[in-house]
């Protein structure tokens, strides 16, 4: 029988949506649970480390949404052919962490003031800096991030773009022509393309 | 012919400790390059994206200090047996890297005032909540982070000990037995040993 997947989440795309991404690309049927903010509080101690998402496997919990997604893409043949391979497909996400966590560290920032002030370093250096780069890896990759070919890599990168966009105030993929390719080559891809579709629409 | 490994970093455990632990795991020789921080601006450049240690493998930079050590942990057989196994070792690493990146959200503040206060939420707060749930993952995994045995996660966190221990101002073990024991266990190994003996001896 084939095991049966529950996602627990916020009602955003956030982190939770390169999981949805990459179960949609393997067909594989799931539960989309979302709570409120309001109810967070009851559900946090619920979880295994008071995170979310987390995802129930046969019952299972796990967290750490880029954990469960190296999981996910190797069930859905998004993985690496091998290990060297795998560690290019692993830098690049968590190169793609690090600008997460850049944003992270004004978008989150409460006073206005110091807000503008962290924004404008993250903004002026920290992100033209890595996204450049990145950009060019694409490119060096034939339109890929890892290894000239699709992976859960890509899935990832598109599926959270979401949520960054969204806490960063930007469209982070605009200026950089690699990106931006890759971002339509998996909003292309049939099963992603339906997913969007039809999942529910949320502005992060 | 074996490979050629050559580690860059700063002179300090840092980030790459873990690295280290696990090529001495393996007894695979490396160059273990350590360059001052008046350095960094004339390396940066010469970095895949701008960050440190890079890992050189026949000539090959990689970078991502975890993703270079599910690499190596793979190399050296400390890898799961299967991808559910892996998901736990990578669930357990990626709480980890959350630990180190909520002291880190304190240890960097440049202004006293408000490094104090960050401070004291992360140490009441998210430590002992986060901490006290990685005892338990030890204890019921038999004294290891993952999978009842010996796995690339446990040479990660004890690798990376010397570096969250300092950035902390705290000794992260002391109040947790199954931690504390990991640690010990892991300092006990003999290729562990050999290293720890004989490594450059820094602050952090």
Redesign the interface.
Not at 49 to 60: M, N, R, S, T, Y
Not at 73 to 87: P, T
Not at 92 to 111: L, P, Q
């Given at each position: 029988m084939a095991p049966k997947y529950k996602l627990s989440y916020f009602p955003i795309m956030g982190l939770a949506e390169p999981i949805r991404f990459l179960l949609s690309y393997g067909k594989i049927e799931f539960e989309d649970e979302r709570f409120e903010s309001d109810q967070w509080a009851s559900v946090k101690p619920s979880t295994?480390?008071?995170?979310a998402p987390v995802l129930e496997i046969d019952g299972k919990k796990?967290?750490?949404s880029?954990?469960?997604c190296?999981?996910l893409g190797?069930?859905v043949g998004l993985a690496g052919a091998n290990?060297?391979e795998?560690?290019q497909i692993?830098?690049a996400?968590?190169?793609i962490s690090?600008i997460r966590?850049k944003i992270a560290s004004y978008g989150y920032e409460a006073d206005p003031a110091l807000k503008e002030k962290k924004k404008a370093a993250v903004v002026n250096e920290a992100l033209p800096?890595?996204l450049t780069?990145l950009d060019k890896l694409v490119k060096d990759n034939g339109g890929y991030l890892a290894n000239g070919k699709l992976s859960w890599a890509d899935l990832y990168f598109v599926g959270i773009l979401g949520y960054t966009n969204y806490v960063s105030g930007l469209d982070l993929t605009k200026d950089y022509s690699n990106l931006s390719a890759l971002k339509n080559k998996v909003l292309e891809i049939p099963a992603i393309k339906e997913w969007v579709a039809k999942r529910p629409k949320t502005e992060r």
């Amino acid at each position: 029988m084939a095991p049966k997947y529950k996602l627990s989440y916020f009602p955003i795309m956030g982190l939770a949506e390169p999981i949805r991404f990459l179960l949609s690309y393997g067909k594989i049927e799931f539960e989309d649970e979302r709570f409120e903010s309001d109810q967070w509080a009851s559900v946090k101690p619920s979880t295994p480390f008071g995170q979310a998402p987390v995802l129930e496997i046969d019952g299972k919990k796990t967290w750490q949404s880029v954990a469960i997604c190296r999981y996910l893409g190797k069930l859905v043949g998004l993985a690496g052919a091998n290990d060297w391979e795998n560690l290019q497909i692993d830098m690049a996400v968590d190169t793609i962490s690090d600008i997460r966590s850049k944003i992270a560290s004004y978008g989150y920032e409460a006073d206005p003031a110091l807000k503008e002030k962290k924004k404008a370093a993250v903004v002026n250096e920290a992100l033209p800096f890595l996204l450049t780069r990145l950009d060019k890896l694409v490119k060096d990759n034939g339109g890929y991030l890892a290894n000239g070919k699709l992976s859960w890599a890509d899935l990832y990168f598109v599926g959270i773009l979401g949520y960054t966009n969204y806490v960063s105030g930007l469209d982070l993929t605009k200026d950089y022509s690699n990106l931006s390719a890759l971002k339509n080559k998996v909003l292309e891809i049939p099963a992603i393309k339906e997913w969007v579709a039809k999942r529910p629409k949320t502005e992060r």
